[in-house]
């Protein structure tokens, strides 16, 4: 005996007064879980999917939910019901088109289609600057390729004196109905109409300034301010700077990657600088003032005596100022590097080996244990040292 059909309304899990909106996101929730490419070879799941599928294409139609909820599925037995719902002229581009990521699940790579106003694309391109420059911001003029509106034709495309057509391949819809056979039965898939690419009409006569396209490209200088902060990488943002909309839309946007030179001396993470800077042995051992080179310039330093090579210090303030407020900085992180001479005259030798000598003799007392340690080695260990035994 036939398995009885559970209600639809059931099946998507929604109450039988759902609006459109309800019933396809109930809808596009099951299809992602039981959908048979994320579940290859499990009947159980496409049994699911056929008939979540079933009780959408009747209830996201007005005139065969009316059926529904007057006879139940009564409403759709006739000869030869037994053979499952006929699913033809149901368009589901839209739901696999934004549940998987392509056009559509079933070949024709269907994208939605309109002939109202619609957003020109964004440009990108990208800014060379300094360091210094990222830190404190700075102003710069690109130039670049940009389309504008054609002054002949005014962006229809067509030469003036005539106007576009309607399409006769989709009488102006801009889309066309391609039926299909899937493992559900037939489905009808919607796509862009070649012959007119979606827009509904076509351009018998060009204009012969802009080629049919309504925009014409012209080279233009545009200055750009470049915010305190920014870092590597980063964009900024120009609005109405991009390509120009179609159908009366907007034109998109110009983002302008900034691409930030590396610095000899400083290194950035985040809004903190790092980096080393050298002191002589005397302001390591008895302290002293040290010039630091930092964003702001050479500031003065006190070096405390005894200090280490590698100590590191906090310069507070003293980094890159923050995006959100430049006032607001952040601190300037250094390793002091204690340098050792690589060249000494007499004079200055002869002084360090009294400061050694007054400081514990490590001159000497090195050469000492050295020699104390020769002392004890017996023959047979002196032996073996000479013939590397």
Known sequence: MAQEKRDYYEVLGVDKNADDATLKKAYRQMAKKYHPDMHPGDADAEAKFKEASEAYAVLSDADKRRQYDQFGHAAFDGPGGGGGFDFSGMDFSDIFGDLFGFGDIFGGGARRTSNGPMRGANVRTAVNITFEEAAFGCTKEIELMLKDECETCHGSGAKPGTSKVTCTKCAGKGRVVMTQQSFFGTVQNVTTCPECQGTGQIIKEKCTSC?????????????????????????????????????????????????????????????????????????????????????????????????????????????????????????????????????????????????????????KSGGTQVKQEKKKKGFSETFKDVFDL
């Not at 200088?221 to 120009?244: F, H, L, M, T, Y």
């Not at 000494?344 to 514990?360: H, M, P, Q, V």
């Open 211 to 363: 080629g049919g396209s309504g925009f014409i490209s012209r080279k233009k200088r545009i200055e750009i301010n470049i915010p305190a902060g920014i870092d590597n990488g980063q964009s900024v943002r120009i609005r109405g700077k991009g390509e120009p909309g179609s159908n009366g839309g907007a034109r998109g946007d110009l983002l302008v990657e900034v691409r930030v030179a590396s610095h000899p001396i400083f290194q950035r993470r985040d809004y903190d600088i790092y980096s080393s800077a050298p002191i002589s042995f005397a302001q390591a051992a008895l302290g002293g003032e040290a010039i630091i080179d930092t964003l702001d310039g050479k500031v003065s330093y006190e070096v405390k005596p005894g200090t280490q090579t590698d100590t590191r210090i906090r310069l507070r303030g003293k980094g890159v100022p923050t995006l959100r407020n430049k006032s607001i900085r952040g601190d300037h992180y250094v390793n002091l590097v204690v340098q050792v001479p690589t060249s000494l005259n007499a004079k200055a030798k002869e002084a360090l080996r009294t400061f050694d000598a007054e400081s514990g003799n490590t001159l």
